[in-house]
């Protein structure tokens, strides 16, 4: 087998993953699947990159963090990703299965900078350690842990002020 | 005892402290009823992350997304993407979305582009020298028909008062091509060929791109109620450029040659 079937293979079973965290990235239905989308061509494309030892689900994450990244800068908007007039498609997405305060957290979620989301996307969405996370991210353990306690704080502000 | 900072709290609550640590605060929470709320207040927090993103796990994948991780063997079945879209020299973080954008549409579109097709109808009047009426049913009429007829997405004209889109078979046999009127009032729409002409099953208006910038959309941000007009009738996958080149040969009649099919990267 080689590489590129390798990871073609072993992203059957991380897609349902890789479409959480692109949900808790990207927030809207149609922007988090065009993500992925672009995060599975990277991955084939790149698949000589991959090195078996490694972990194929950290490898795929972190393309999928880079290329986030890079649709927020060819959006040239760096804190919402979707215009207000958007969310109203975003709550048609979700109302019928969730909860109001589900949805409330989601657009919280969409509404924090970047650095914010996505520590909270790769630590309590997908469950990373602040190691595995600070590893993916390229940042010291301790920058994760104190992005995330600040985008807890908001978050928390944000739903106790809903509440 | 000192104060436990939201930094180490959060560490607690997420698994991160180490033994002495942890137990510190086992131990602080006994009498402690404000740090019990906080703690509380992180795990809810936690949970409810979950509770709003987990679910996605057990959502089926759209085809689109599942169809890039088949063997390439079955992909000459089901190519991966869209191949005949006009790529732009922007790379894939751009082009290839936009061209690929919203194509997984909710059931819920489906169900608005019935009321939205009453309103492109209305939009689209007759007397319009793009659009004729017959039996009740839109057709393409002039330079749209010819535009339909004769342009291939694989040769973008940027300077075309029409752009197309994607090509494909309709799960009915018919092919379909997808179309931006660029002129103003901007409108996109699907059109099926049949032995009447091209059929206008959806048109919409465009809303002008932010910034008053020039429309450049073709098959890229289509309406929604286009793209779910397109999600429900497609089969298999849009043409790339030599199927679609083989249909425009053949008359928009025959099924094309499905040679090249797996060339989709």
């Keep these: ?163 | 005892m000192n104060p436990i900072d939201d930094e180490t709290l959060q560490a607690y609550v997420d698994g991160e402290l180490d033994k002495p640590g942890a137990a510190r605060i086992d131990a602080a929470l006994a009498h402690d009823a404000a740090l019990a709320r906080r703690v509380q207040q992180a795990r809810d927090l936690r949970a409810q992350l979950r509770a709003a993103f987990d679910p996605v796990l057990d959502e089926p994948a759209p085809a689109r997304l599942s169809a890039l991780l088949q063997p390439r063997s079955a992909q000459t079945e089901i190519p991966a993407a869209p191949s005949v879209l006009p790529v732009g020299g922007r790379g894939i973080s751009t082009t290839r979305r936009r061209a690929t954008r919203r194509w997984f549409v909710p059931g819920a579109a489906l169900a608005a582009s019935v009321a939205l097709l009453a309103v492109a109808l209305w939009w689209w009047q007759p007397g319009d020298d793009l659009v004729r009426m017959q039996g009740g049913q839109s057709f393409a009429a002039g330079a749209l028909t010819h535009a339909l007829d004769e342009t291939l997405a694989s040769e973008p004209d940027a300077h075309a008062p029409v752009a197309i889109g994607l090509s494909f078979r309709s799960t009915d046999g018919r092919i379909c091509r997808t179309f931006v009127l660029r002129s103003p009032p901007a409108r996109a729409g699907l059109a099926c060929h049949s032995d009447a002409g091209w059929s206008l099953p959806v048109l919409s208006a465009v809303t002008p791109p932010e910034g008053g910038g020039e429309l450049r959309r073709a098959a890229s941000d289509l309406p929604p109620e286009v793209q779910a007009a397109v999600d429900a009738r497609l089969r298999g996958n849009v043409f790339d450029a030599q199927q679609e080149r083989a249909a425009r040969d053949a008359g928009w009649r025959q099924l094309p040659s499905r040679r090249g099919a797996g060339k989709t990267r």
């Design chain 1, 1 to 163: 087998m080689n590489s590129s079937d390798a990871v073609r293979e072993g992203l059957i079973p991380l897609l349902p993953r890789l479409r959480r965290l692109a949900r808790a990235l990207a927030g809207q239905v149609a922007d988090a699947d065009d993500l992925v989308q672009i995060v599975l061509e990277r991955s084939l494309a790149r698949a000589a990159q991959w090195r078996p030892d490694a972990a194929l689900d950290k490898w795929v994450f972190a393309i999928a963090r880079n290329a986030w990244r890079d649709e927020l800068r060819a959006r040239g908007r760096t804190q919402h990703l979707f215009a207000p007039e958007e969310s109203g498609e975003m709550a048609a997405d979700r109302a019928s299965a969730q909860p109001a305060q589900q949805l409330e957290l989601a657009m919280a979620l969409a509404a924090l900078p970047p650095d914010h989301r996505e520590v909270v996307a790769l630590v309590l969405v997908e469950g990373m350690s602040y190691g595995e996370a600070a590893e993916l991210l390229e940042v010291p353990v301790g920058t994760v842990t104190s992005r995330l306690a600040r985008a807890r704080a908001t978050l928390q502000a944000h739903l106790g002020k809903d509440a």
